[in-house]
């Protein structure tokens, strides 16, 4: 049973940085491409980030791109989000969200009805 958890999350200044990670604590054996999704207070859930099972694609939200960074380790069942040049508008929950295999076009990585696994989520707030 795959079961993701978030953390990493935390309260940080404008510019400054941190680093989400995603572990399946269930420790499956499925190859899983996983996503970071975030939720800002009152709106829907938007998608950050994308990586596949072995790393090859990855996909970014234009919001984000430059200043994130996805990767993952698998021998640690784990993926990571690294932040930098944090804004107050990227202040949200993230989480973490994975579906077994690989989705049937580039463009489902940014899709929420294709993952399966959700993590409970983490609070990030960049204090301007």
């Known amino acids: 049973q795959v079961q ?29 491409a996983v996503a ?5 207070s ?4 938007d998608f950050v980030a994308a990586i596949s099972w ?11 791109k430059g200043r994130f960074t996805c990767s ?8 990571y989000l690294e932040m930098s040049s944090l804004k107050p508008e990227d202040s ?13 076009y580039a463009s489902d990585y940014a899709e929420k009805r294709i993952y399966e696994y959700w993590g409970p989520g983490t609070q990030v707030t960049v204090s301007s």
């Open 92 to 104: 949200a929950v993230y989480y973490c969200a994975a579906v077994a295999g690989e989705p049937n």
């Open 54 to 64: 072995t790393g090859n694609t990855k996909k970014y939200g234009d919001s984000v």
């Open 42 to 45: 009152g709106k829907e859930r």
């Open 4 to 32: 993701l958890v978030e953390s990493g999350g935390g309260l940080v200044q404008t510019g400054g940085s941190l680093r989400l990670s995603c572990v399946d604590s269930g420790r499956t054996s499925s190859r899983l």
């Open 72 to 79: 993952r380790d698998n021998s640690k069942n784990a993926v």
């Open 36 to 40: 970071w999704f975030r939720q800002r």
